[in-house]
């Protein structure tokens, strides 16, 4: 393997990575404040959709991008309803979450295009284009013929949609402002103990609901990048499970920005070989069936659950709803 092919797959594992790392800090900020979100997958795919869908009809897939957030805000806020002011069960409010958005996009991307449950193909301003860096090749021939350094910057950090920026952009952001602010310091104070946040005369069900909102943009971000910039337009299912590997990211990250980075990193790398099976075939010596690759990244979040359940310790009121002594 050649270092064009090596930055080729990097590319690609940063391409992946970046849908599951904006749902991995969308469940960080929930999770940290002690509302766990198996619902991460059904706010994708609904922003993913209504992102596709809009900019297919107004041809602008920022208008696109705005309408995803705002489908994702929908079901983040239904969430919050459930599982704060109702205090239901708050895996059950997810996954009610994910069946809905299941369902009602196929039906109603049926009913809007009649294309089998998916939307036109995107094209022009109606997807987010590669934005090219100065100095920056493009064609394959002369990039082959680059230095590596030329290769790196081209192929690597530059070609990239502006969501990809802004997900790497967001993990230092996250990480000051959970560990700089004093709404972070709120934040994770009510995941660990929220009567104590209570007595203190702040709101819990205040902050609670920040948390969800803000995992909900974070989703609407990821769907919408799946559908206007990895892809062009939207499909059934296309989220794929990423919600839940997104959740066994989390954890592996032991709900810490930067190892989630790392661990949406690990996750998109598994998947950029399920399309280079050349490459591990030349390292391993062995030909490796395709299925078998695409599988890694669902067999390796079953043996993060599995490994990892027990020794990542989650924020100690996570899950629990907040009764308000009187």
């Known amino acids: 393997m050649d270092f064009f092919t090596f930055v080729q ?26 509302i766990f979100d198996i619902g991460l997958e059904g706010k994708m795919l609904v922003a993913a959709f209504l992102a ?15 309408a995803g957030i705002a489908g994702s805000l929908v079901l983040a806020v ?32 049926q009913s809007w295009f009649a294309q089998g449950g998916g939307t036109p193909q995107l094209s022009g301003d109606a997807r987010f284009a590669a934005i090219i860096w100065p100095g920056a090749l493009t064609k394959i021939r002369e990039l082959r013929a680059a230095d590596p350094l030329t290769q790196t910057y081209s192929e690597l950090i530059s070609g990239h949609a502006i969501i ?48 969800v909102l803000i ?5 609407g971000l990821a769907g919408a990048y799946l559908s206007t910039a990895l892809q ?16 066994a990211a989390l954890i592996f990250a032991k709900w810490r920005p930067w190892h989630a980075l790392w661990a949406c990193l690990l996750f ?14 030349g390292v391993i010596g062995l030909k490796v069936q395709g299925q078998l690759l695409d599988a890694l990244p669902y067999i390796l979040t079953v043996i993060i659950l599995a490994g990892f359940v027990g020794k990542a310790i989650p924020p100690r009121a996570g899950g629990e709803p907040y009764v308000k002594e009187r």
């Open 232 to 247: 062009a337009g939207f499909s059934k299912e296309m989220t794929a499970g990423r919600g839940y590997i997104a959740l």
């Open 52 to 66: 596709a869908a809009v900019a297919a009809t107004s041809g602008s897939v920022w208008v696109g991008l705005m």
């Open 268 to 281: 998109g790398f598994l998947q950029a070989l399920a399309l280079r099976p050349d490459v591990l075939e």
């Open 78 to 109: 239904v969430h919050g309803l459930a599982a704060i002011t109702f205090r239901g069960n708050q895996l059950i409010s997810g996954v009610a979450v994910n069946f809905f958005a299941s369902g009602i996009t196929v039906v109603v991307a």
């Open 164 to 211: 990809v920026y802004i997900a790497l952009a967001l993990v230092p952001l996250s990480w000051w402002v959970l560990y700089r602010t004093r709404f972070g310091l709120r934040l994770r104070a009510v995941g660990e103990n929220p009567a104590a946040v209570d007595t203190a005369g702040i709101s819990v069900v205040r902050l609670r609901f920040a948390a």
């Open 215 to 219: 995992a909900g943009v974070l989703c």
């Open 9 to 34: 797959i990097l590319d690609a594992t940063l391409r992946f990575a970046t849908p599951l790392l904006l749902a991995c800090l969308a469940g960080l900020f929930s999770e940290r404040a002690g």
